[in-house]
């Protein structure tokens, strides 16, 4: 996965900068900035896919997606302790019974196999790195900064970390040319 992941953002970034460029748009990024767009590439375009790819080699695919229906629980969460943003009392009770849905769709999950469970547990951990890339994207849009700047550094970043991931863990980067991949 870290492999496919890493092209998969590296082809990503190159086409994002090139509309960039196209489009003339201009990034005015800081040290700072650069900083805040590694963290959400790590999270929102490395991490995020490495542990929902390894989730899904373990549970169904629409289990892995019912996973990412708590990433609003993690979002508000994470704005109401970062941001400071107030949860609204509709939101709050929205968010009640869809954790009770969610305890009700799992609840078989967690009698079966171990690997369920750990595919579950993945699932959760990739929804909540999603989580904090989401949270970081809030700042680079609060600071004004433009869209495809952002998703081109962030994704750009993101495929550097996968690949340094691969370095470290000693996995070739090879294309596979067949188009099946």
């Not at 086409?15 to 196209?22: G, I, T, Y």
């Not at 800081?30 to 900083?35: G, T």
């Not at 993945?122 to 904090?132: E, K, N, R, Y």
Request: with cysteine; proline share 2%.
């Amino acid at each position: 996965p870290e492999v496919s992941i890493f092209y998969r953002f590296a082809i990503s970034a190159t086409l994002l900068f090139a509309l960039c460029r196209l489009f003339r748009v201009q990034a005015n990024f800081s040290r700072n900035d650069h900083l805040w767009l590694l963290i959400q590439g790590i999270f929102n375009f490395s991490l995020n896919y490495i542990f929902t790819y390894y989730a899904e080699a373990k549970v169904a695919s629409g289990i892995v997606a019912l996973t990412f229906s708590l990433l609003p629980y993690f979002n508000s969460l994470g704005m109401r302790i970062i941001f400071r943003k107030k949860i609204s009392l509709k939101i709050f009770v929205g968010m009640l019974f869809g954790a009770v849905g969610l305890f009700v769709i799992f609840q078989s999950e967690f009698n079966s196999s171990k690997d369920a469970i750990n595919g579950i547990v993945l699932g959760i951990i990739a929804t909540f790195f999603a989580s904090l890339g989401n949270l970081t994207s809030v700042r680079h849009f609060n600071k004004g900064h433009h869209l495809l700047q952002i998703l081109a550094w962030s994704m750009f970043y993101g495929s550097l970390f996968s690949a340094a991931i691969c370095f470290v863990f000693g996995k070739q980067l090879t294309w596979d040319p067949h188009p099946y991949y």
